[in-house]
């Protein structure tokens, strides 16, 4: 039972417009989730962060939200660009004995068409 | 600083051969870890290291083994390969071990381990 879901397994967007991807998870005791970003052949990379006492959290066009009542999270790009274009991982850790661990998403890979 | 590196980058084995994917990371960090990816799986948790000396199963740690003598490197054994763990295999790794899941862990490029 996969306990952060991606829906969307794909997201074609046109250049200059605002791309939403969307993450959920059911355990309530994630307190802090991640956003990676892969591009083909490479490793994932960090995109933004967010912990549990926010609901909002902004780094250039990257903003996330958070919505704990309704266990969402999602991710805006504005503007979108080609570069943009990559398989983008949720991720989600909990407080205390298992802080260390990591669990991610399917995924969802982001076109920007140009 | 080179960051994480993987070696090999692509590997073919035959079922029941074994083998080792090599990690290495020059950035000092207490944590390491192994993923692998899989299509509509995401990335999931292998196994992990907290330090020299230290390591604790993940999500799906069958079939594999690690050790990490010392801090630059984490490397995970295929003791008999299966079909099943045909899959990219990521090294990562991060500053602290017990905060590891609020840091950044940073990637190596993957390795690809086809089994037949």
């Known amino acids: 039972d996969q306990q952060v879901k991606q829906n969307s397994p794909s997201l074609s967007v046109q250049e200059g417009r605002i791309s939403i991807l969307n993450c959920d998870y059911t355990?309530?005791?994630?307190?802090?989730f991640l956003w990676y970003k892969k591009y083909p052949a490479e490793g994932p990379t960090f995109l933004i962060s967010?912990?549990?006492?926010?609901d909002k959290n902004e780094d250039g066009r990257f903003t996330v939200f958070l919505n704990k009542s309704a266990k969402h999270l999602s991710l805006h790009i504005v503007p979108s660009q080609p570069g943009d274009s990559a398989v983008y991982f949720c991720?989600?850790?909990?407080?205390?004995?298992?802080?260390?661990?990591?669990?991610f998403g399917a995924g969802t890979i982001l076109r920007v068409k140009s | 600083n080179a960051g994480v590196t993987q070696t090999p980058k692509f590997q073919v084995l035959k079922t029941g051969q074994s083998m080792t994917l090599q990690c290495a990371q020059d950035m000092n960090h207490e944590y390491m870890s192994w993923y692998r990816q899989d299509p509509g799986m995401g990335l999931r948790l292998i196994h992990y290291?907290?330090?020299?000396?230290?390591?604790d199963q993940g999500e799906v740690p069958n079939g594999y083994n690690v050790s990490r003598s010392t801090t630059e490197d984490f490397p995970l054994r295929l003791l008999s390969a299966a079909p099943s763990q045909t899959s990219v295999y990521f090294c990562?790794?991060?500053?602290?071990?017990?905060?590891?899941?609020?840091?950044?862990?940073?990637f190596g490029p993957g390795t690809r381990l086809l089994v037949l």
């Open positions: 355990n309530s005791m994630f307190d802090y």
């Open positions: 991720a989600a850790s909990e407080l205390g004995e298992y802080g260390n661990k990591l669990v």
């Open positions: 990562a790794s991060s500053r602290q071990g017990r905060l590891a899941g609020r840091e950044t862990q940073y």
């Open positions: 967010i912990s549990s006492i926010k």
């Open positions: 290291s907290v330090g020299a000396g230290i390591t």
